[in-house]
C-alpha cells in the first residue's frame, strides 16, 4: 500500500524537525559572518580614512606654506632600532598639486563608504531572511505535503512531466512557496499566523511597523536609489520628506538586522514546536 501523504508520520516529523533547524543555523551563520565583516570593514575604512588624511596633510603642507617650487618628500618612513629609513621624490609645483587633488578625492571617498556599507548590509540581512523564509516553506511543503492542500489545479500535461509524486510535490511545494514569498511582509505575517498558527511577531517581540519598515528600505534602496517615497514616509518615517535620500545610522541598521534575525529564528523555531509536537 502507498504511503499516506497526508499523514504526519514520527519519522517524518523528525525529517521536518531536522532539516528546519539545517536551515535555521545555516541562516545564524550567515548573520554571524555578515555582523564580523561590517565589524572589519568599518575599522578598515576607519584606518584607511586616517592614513590617506595623514598623507594629504604632509602633501598640502608646502602649499599652505606657499613654497611651491621643487620639493623633495618624505613618502614613507619606518624606524628599526634607533635609525630611521625614509625614501624621498622630487615634484614639480605641478605634479605636487595633481598628487593633492588626486588624494583629496580619494580622501572625500571615504566619507560614502560607512553608509554605502550599511546600505549592502541592510540589502543582504534582508536577502538572508527572504532566503529563510522561502527555505522553512519549502521544506514543510515537502515534508508535509497535506499542507499543499488548495484549489489550484495542474493540467493532464503537466502533471504528466514529473517522473515521480515526490518530483511532483517539490514542484508544488516551490510554486506555494514563490506565493507566499512574494507578497508583503505584512501579508507573510498573517499567512503564518492564520494558515499555521505561530504568532511570529509574538514570539520575537518585535512590531509589525518595524520589521515592515525594514523591508521598505531595502525596496527602496534595491529599486529606487534609496530615495524616500510618499508611503514610507507616511506609514515609517514622518520626520523625513518624500523625495529625500535614506540615511542609516549604524544603530538603526543593527537594529533593523536584529528585527531580522528574532524573526527569522521565531519562524523557525514556531514551525518547530508545532510539528515536533503535534500531528496536523
Known sequence: MAE???ALTPARRRSLVDALKAKQDSFNQANSAL??????AFDAIKEQQKTTGEIL?????????????????KLD????????????????????AALVKVMRKSHGIFDLQPQILREMALIYSCALFDGLIADTLQTMFVHVPAQLQSGRRLTYEEALAFDGRQDL?????????LEVTRQSIEK???????AHHVDVLGLAGVRLGDIAK???QRNLFVHNNGIASTSYVQKHDNMRIPGERILLEDEELKESIRHLDRVGNSLVNG?????????I
Open 271 to 279: 514551525l518547530v514546536s508545532k510539528f515536533a509536537l503535534q500531528e
Open 35 to 40: 555582523s564580523l565583516f561590517l565589524n572589519f
Open 169 to 177: 510535490i517539490a514542484e508544488l511545494a516551490q510554486r506555494e512557496m
Open 4 to 6: 499516506d501523504w497526508k
Open 214 to 216: 525594514v523591508t521598505e
Open 188 to 194: 507573510q505575517i498573517v499567512y503564518f499566523s492564520t
Open 57 to 73: 596633510l604632509k602633501l598640502e603642507k608646502p602649499i599652505s606654506a606657499g613654497t611651491l617650487g621643487n620639493q623633495t618628500l
Open 77 to 96: 618612513a619606518s624606524t628599526t632600532g634607533n635609525s630611521a629609513k625614509t625614501k624621498k621624490l622630487e615634484l614639480t609645483a605641478e605634479e605636487l
